[in-house]
């Protein structure tokens, strides 16, 4: 088909879905049904100025851990569906000659490190784990069998 004949036919659709689409009639819901979609497009969180009589009852503020995760935890939580695979070339866990030959090339654990934490391959920045800190992903790397000078 040329793609005139494409045009007129998506014409033809068109003009006749028009008619339906303005034609149809809305659907009544019950209050359950209302409900849930108050539910579902409800907001997640508010603004608060400060000031503002919320401002004094903000509840629980998130705050970092006061000590670094170990490299099993931060392997388990972001790490492990590449590594435990090997997904897209991702060095396997317990794998120390691969993870050995890798940091030989870059020139040492801490090249790799670096690299790692920036970047490498097809793994985007810091893996999966955007909290983590270089000590942090060092561990990790570690618990997975790089060796550190």
């Known amino acids: 088909m ?3 004949t494409h045009m007129r036919l998506l014409a ?3 003009g006749g879905l028009f008619p339906v689409m303005a034609l149809a009639k809305p659907v009544p ?3 359950a049904s209302r409900q849930e979609i108050v539910e579902r497009i409800a907001p997640v969180g508010t603004v608060c100025k400060q000031g503002d009589d919320c401002a004094t009852n903000s509840g629980a503020v998130a705050s970092t851990a006061s000590e670094p995760r ?3 935890a931060v392997f388990n939580q972001f790490c492990t569906a590449c590594h435990t695979t090997g997904l897209l070339g991702a060095p396997k866990k317990g794998d120390t000659a ?7 090339a870059l020139g040492g654990f801490n090249k790799l490190l670096q690299q790692g934490y920036a970047g490498i391959g097809s793994m985007p ?3 999966t784990c955007m909290t983590c800190s270089e000590e942090e992903f060092g561990s990790a ?3 997975m069998g790089a060796k550190k000078e």
């Open 125 to 127: 920045a810091k893996g």
């Open 98 to 104: 691969e993870w050995t030959k890798r940091a030989n």
């Open 141 to 143: 790397m570690q618990y």
């Open 2 to 4: 040329t793609l005139v």
């Open 29 to 31: 819901l019950d209050d």
């Open 12 to 14: 033809i659709l068109l």
């Open 70 to 72: 170990s490299g099993e």
